[in-house]
């Protein structure tokens, strides 16, 4: 859901090592979520997508997971790299089309 | 991958003078555009959504007389931040639902600057 006014919390993790981002989502209509990265400065980069008919999809490195029981999301970056460092948001599309984005989780890789 | 171009990237303005933001799709047409607002640290909030042709729909606390938004073709939306004040100054989202999809492609923002 939204999370105005709040900061982002941080996560840091050696080069190498797994890493496990979580975000809670509000609405238990939503249908759709996808994850984003976002660099300083940049507009998000989407990663991966998820309907709400699955609990996991994967990708390239990437995992995304979703329990609907208590509406949470999870990204797993797997061997994470210092080029993962970003801010990661979820974004889940309520009815209409909109997309609301969680509070971002900032991810520092350690080298 | 479909782009969305957003421009200008950054922009330093006086106060009380209106700025203009364009968001473009540079190669598919976009039915539904959204704006979203970001201040540093924090999440991206939406202010408003854009349906081409149509008046946008404002998220509530958003003022729709300020915060002017057009949405007159498929491929470009327009934010027009008008009498600017210091407290405007923030990073400026656009992005754009590919007709008949559902992912949301971001542009790269707007870092507006109010003097």
């Known amino acids: 859901g939204e999370s105005v006014g709040l900061h982002l919390p941080t996560l840091s993790v050696q080069e190498g090592d797994n890493s496990i981002i979580n975000c809670a989502y509000s609405n238990s209509a939503s249908d759709y979520f996808i994850w984003y990265k976002q660099e300083s400065g940049k507009g998000p980069q989407f990663i991966i997508d998820?309907?709400?008919?699955?609990d996991k999809r994967q990708g390239q490195r990437v995992t995304v997971l979703l329990n609907k029981t208590v509406k949470h999301l999870s990204l797993q970056i797997a061997a994470t790299q210092p080029g993962d460092s970003a801010v990661y948001f979820c974004?889940?599309?309520?009815?209409?089309?909109?997309?609301?984005f969680g509070t971002g989780t900032s991810l520092t890789v350690i080298p | 991958g479909a782009v969305v171009s957003q421009h200008p990237s950054r922009v330093i303005c006086k106060s009380g003078t209106s700025v203009k933001i364009e968001c473009r799709s540079l190669d598919f047409q976009a039915t539904t555009m959204f704006w979203y607002r970001q201040f540093p640290k924090q999440s991206l909030m939406l202010m408003a959504t854009s349906n081409e042709g149509s008046k946008a729909t404002y998220e509530q606390g958003v003022e729709k007389d300020k915060f002017l938004i057009n949405h007159a073709s498929l491929t470009l939306s327009t934010l027009t931040v008008t009498s600017a004040h210091p407290e405007d100054s923030s990073f400026y989202i656009c992005s754009a639902l590919r007709q008949g999809g559902e992912k949301l492609f971001f542009g790269s923002g707007t870092q507006l600057s109010v003097l």
């Open positions: 974004a889940e599309n309520r009815s209409g089309n909109q997309f609301y």
């Open positions: 998820i309907r709400s008919n699955m």
